[in-house]
């Protein structure tokens, strides 16, 4: 599929217009598992020995090269804790070493995964945005919460190639509850023009992937009772085994936040754009908020939260297939 520039850096701005304070004893910001890291005792850390340590690695000089000296980011960056106090100046990108792919520098400093794996990514572009979120880090902390490119990118890059067979298992398991698939049985009391509005935004949907699978959808009204035909979710199954780890890295968080693969697969397939995903998403629940109003951080941070999710699944999407 074929992402416009334009649509692509509008996004990434409003990646940088959503900000949230950091949470001080809420779970962890949601996102994908925790890649596995490890520390080495030859390190020098630049802040205390915890486990929010920020490793950077000297080989034998004291002013270090662009060669001689890496940033390992520590584990607890992809849970989103603030991970110690912004230690460099300049951000910028290079071509990586063997001339397949580009990496991101911090100062004289090469930028790794959890893992301590150089986080070498296949576009310049891609690298250039993940550049722009750690030069948006500000002097008194990093704030992994407001780089979700980089997260998704470490994710891509450790957790899927590792774990593909069981994200194929986890995404069509959930694949029959899929949020499109479940109608609501009628109006209530409480739902209220509900059942009209998913015939108009969601009977679409329906019908592309009817169109794009081959295979008619089936439409109930539980998630505990419908099954999907075998051969539609086989036909499912497929597209995400043609997947690269960034494609798969970033459906499986579009799935996580939408309660849906359908609505990543067609914004994957240029059906769905960010904004009419969050529409879907959303649709009871905004019709709720119409009715009620909104709650005052509730409802808010869950579209904020919800809005940094898509999007920057999205961008990860458009900016990796770049060059």
């Keep these: 599929m074929t992402f416009p520039l334009s649509r692509l850096l509008r996004s990434l701005s409003s990646l940088f217009a959503i900000r949230r304070p950091p949470p001080s004893s809420a779970p962890a910001h949601r996102g994908l598992a925790t890649a596995a890291a490890s520390t080495n005792a030859d390190d020098s850390a630049v802040t205390a020995e915890t486990d929010e340590t920020i490793y950077v690695k000297r080989t034998g000089s004291a002013a270090g090269t662009r060669d001689q000296t890496s940033v390992t980011m520590p584990m607890s960056f992809m849970t989103g804790s603030i991970v110690g106090k912004r230690f460099y100046k300049e951000v910028t990108t290079r071509l990586a070493d063997d001339g397949n792919g580009w990496t991101v520098m911090l ?94 935004k969601i009977d679409p949907i329906l019908d592309w992937v009817q169109s794009e699978f081959a295979f008619k959808p089936v439409v109930y009204t539980s998630f505990f009772v419908g099954k999907q035909d075998d051969c539609l979710a086989k036909a499912i199954e497929n597209v995400l085994k043609e997947t690269n780890d960034f494609e798969l890295a970033a459906i499986d968080a579009m799935a996580a936040a939408a309660h849906s693969l359908v609505i990543p697969l067609g914004i994957l397939r240029g059906r769905l754009g960010i904004d009419e995903a969050i529409e879907l998403i959303r649709l009871e629940e905004d019709l709720q908020v119409d009715r009620w109003g909104l709650v005052e951080g509730g409802h808010d941070v869950d579209i904020a939260d919800l809005k940094v999710q898509i999007s920057s699944a999205t961008v990860l999407l458009g900016l990796s297939k770049l060059t």
């Design 107 to 200: 100062d004289y400093r090469t930028l790794k995964t959890p893992s301590k794996r150089p986080l070498k990514l296949q576009s310049l572009a891609l690298a250039k945005a993940i550049a722009a979120e750690w030069d948006y880090q500000q002097t008194d902390g990093i704030r992994p919460f407001t780089m979700p490119l980089m997260k998704l990118a470490c994710t891509a890059l450790e957790r899927v190639p590792l774990t593909r067979a069981k994200i194929f298992e986890n995404l069509m398991s959930r694949f029959h509850q899929d949020l499109v698939f479940c109608r609501s049985p009628g109006d209530s009391d409480l739902t209220i023009g509900v059942h009209k509005r998913q015939e108009e």
